[in-house]
T-cell receptor, first 112, second 112 residues
Framework: GQNIDQPTEMTATEGAIVQINCTYQ??????LFWYQQHAGEAPTFLSY????GLEEKGRFSSFLSRSKGYSYLLLKELQMKDSASYLC?????????????FGKGTHLIIQP | NAGVTQTPKFRVLKTGQSMTLLCAQD?????MYWYRQDPGMGLRLIHY???????AKGEVPDGYNVSRLKKQNFLLGLESAAPSQTSVYFC???????????FGPGTRLTVL
């Protein structure tokens, strides 16, 4: 089975930096995704990690430690439009019904 | 390219009624998925397809049926709707099982 934990809600200030953590316990591992979802909209892809380390993409970075079952999404220079839910999802080997399991999402609130 | 589209966007059903949700993608993706998203539950996989003419059960398949008669379309059917099926339904597609999933805009279904 799969279990993914992330904080329910976080608050940060415009212009600041925020780190959203995700821990997972899975029967296998074949990659971790981060998605952004604005209220009432579809999830959109942010990043993908399959090897340990940091992946940087503009203001967003994602880190993975497979030995610790841990990932984080780092958002820099926060903007009001970054207010959204951030979904962590883990892929298990073989895809299919166990292919992609989503966490419940972290609702990020950006304050002026 | 339109990406992934879903129809309808909203629907209200009475208990026991049936309906079909349509998902279409123009990215020539082999893999398609149906998820439901409920408050506090995260995205959960209902059914998926690994190619035209194939379907398989996901995490929460009961009460739903699917068909993939054409590569670009994936239909989700509710034969006898129940209030527990009130949810937001998202369709997604990917080029491969390991690939990024791209989501449609969602269908908000209410069953009274």
């Amino acid at each position: 089975g799969q279990n993914i934990d992330q904080p329910t809600e976080m608050t940060a200030t415009e212009g600041a930096i925020v780190q959203i953590n995700c821990t997972y316990q899975t029967s296998g591992f074949n990659g971790l995704f981060w998605y952004q979802q604005h209220a009432g909209e579809a999830p959109t892809f942010l990043s993908y990690n399959v090897l340990d380390g940091l992946e940087e993409k503009g203001r967003f970075s994602s880190f993975l430690s497979r030995s610790k079952g841990y990932s984080y999404l780092l958002l820099k220079e926060l903007q009001m439009k970054d207010s959204a839910s951030y979904l962590c999802a883990v892929r298990a080997p073989g895809g299919g019904a166990d292919g992609l399991t989503f966490g419940k999402g972290t609702h990020l609130i950006i304050q002026p | 390219n339109a990406g992934v589209t879903q129809t309808p966007k909203f629907r209200v059903l009475k208990t026991g009624q049936s309906m079909t949700l349509l998902c279409a993608q123009d990215m020539n993706h082999e893999y398609m998925y149906w998820y439901r998203q409920d408050p506090g539950m995260g995205l959960r996989l209902i059914h998926y397809s690994v190619g035209e003419g194939t379907t398989a059960k996901g995490e929460v398949p009961d009460g739903y049926n699917v068909s993939r008669l054409k590569k670009q379309n994936f239909l989700l059917g509710l034969e006898s709707a129940a209030p527990s099926q009130t949810s937001v339904y998202f369709c997604a597609s990917s080029y491969s099982l390991e690939g990024t999933q791209y989501f449609g805009p969602g269908t908000r279904l209410t069953v009274l």
